[in-house]
Nanobody
Framework: QVQLVESGGGLVQAGGSLRLSCAAS????????MGWFRQAPGKEREFVGG????????IYADSAKGRFTISRDNAKNTVYLEMNSLKPEDTAVYYCAASNTRYPVIGPEEYGIWGQGTQVTVSS
């Protein structure tokens, strides 16, 4: 069974940091771009950032630029989202997803496999 499992979410104060992990099982995603999305209560799911299949290209939403960093370890079949200088508006459920492409794209319709999400709450 192909699965993506996120971990590392939690409660953090504004200005703090968290590192999310996304571990894949049942399939190797070394040929797929990977993305991170988030969804806050009452809002649509939004793109946070993505990384190419070999890690040579990263793209970020404007809200994430300069604060978040995506990386991947294909040997471990794991993708990471390092989040620094967190703000209350970063509060959301964060999802990782595997793209149908080798290079990251923004649209969620290009991502065929999704994790269950991990909650990130940033207190002010």
């Amino acid at each position: 069974q192909v699965q993506l499992v996120e971990s590392g979410g939690g409660l953090v104060q504004a200005g703090g940091s968290l590192r999310l992990s996304c571990a894949a099982s049942g399939h190797t995603f070394a040929s797929n771009a990977m993305g991170w999305f988030r969804q806050a209560p009452g809002k649509e799911r939004e793109f946070v950032g993505g990384i190419s299949y070999i890690g040579d290209t990263r793209i970020y939403a404007d809200s994430a630029k300069g604060r978040f960093t995506i990386s991947r370890d294909n040997a471990k079949n794991t993708v990471y989202l390092e989040m620094n200088s967190l703000k209350p508006e970063d509060t959301a459920v964060y999802y990782c997803a595997a793209s149908n492409t080798r290079y990251p794209v923004i649209g969620p319709e290009e991502y065929g496999i999704w994790g269950q999400g991990t909650q990130v709450t940033v207190s002010s």
